[in-house]
């Protein structure tokens, strides 16, 4: 693959049904409908990227399938960051597998939504999240702010394993709340195996108002953080579409980065994600 390429790290797929995607409230009617591939790869065409990484929305082996079937059928999505239980006594035969599916990267679990801030912690799941290194997986740490000082031992205890935070781990741009937030992902950061997204920002900001300012603190702090070699961009598309399109969403990274190099910008918006999910 090309080193060059723009990859969106960071989107979805599903069929959407009501009770299983729940999470999709009447305030997000724009996204209460299917979205397949077919939707998707004309805006990445006209954005100019090149190639998509799917990320799990259920968690469900079903949807882990799902994606991996739609990426056999669509050479446009690089790689699927899917779902299982990381808690089962039989994750080995389930890893195991998964290692054959080629485009299979990784693996998430929604853990901001559960209800237990030390989540990340419990032995049960550590104990999965180690298993993951013997078979080359990545791992995607999808969290609030208020998970981020389990975020940070969490961390530590793994530094071997390829790690990334989703969406700068949600900071309050529609407040400005901005020094836990940025305590925490400096101390992150410290890590050199961790990785972060910058996806999922429009959703946290007031989705009518939001301007691009919004977001310069926080991408400041991950940028100083991170540096250029551990970022990686991503559209969160569907869901970002409840407060922007995908140009504009792509827009707040390219225009924010254009301070940057020509090689530093590459790496941010492709180069990284090839690196890190080994597409």
Known sequence: MRTDMIIDSHQHFWQYHPVKDAWITDDMKVIQ?????????????????????AVQADQSETETQFLLDLAAAHPFI??????????????????????GAGKLKGFRHIVQGEPDPDFLLREDFCKGVQALASYDFTYD??????QLPAAEKFVQRFPLQRLVIDHMAKPYCKTG??????KSMRAIAQSPNVYCKISGLVTEADWQRWQPADFAPYLDVVLDAFGPQRLMYGSDWPV???AAEYAQVKG????????????????????????????
């Open 177 to 182: 709340d901005i020094a836990e937030w940025e």
């Open 78 to 99: 690089k790689g699927v960051v899917g779902w299982t239980d990381l808690r089962a006594p039989d994750l080995a035969t389930k890893l195991e597998r998964y290692a």
């Open 240 to 242: 970002c579409l409840v």
């Open 33 to 53: 409908r299917d979205f397949l591939p077919p939707d998707l790869q004309p805006v990445l065409e006209q954005n100019g990227v090149d190639g998509c990484v």
């Open 252 to 279: 707040i990274v390219t225009d924010y980065i254009s301070r940057l190099g020509a090689a530093e910008q590459a790496a941010i918006m492709g180069g990284n994600a090839t690196a890190f999910y080994k597409l």
């Open 141 to 146: 740490i999808l969290i609030y702010p208020i």
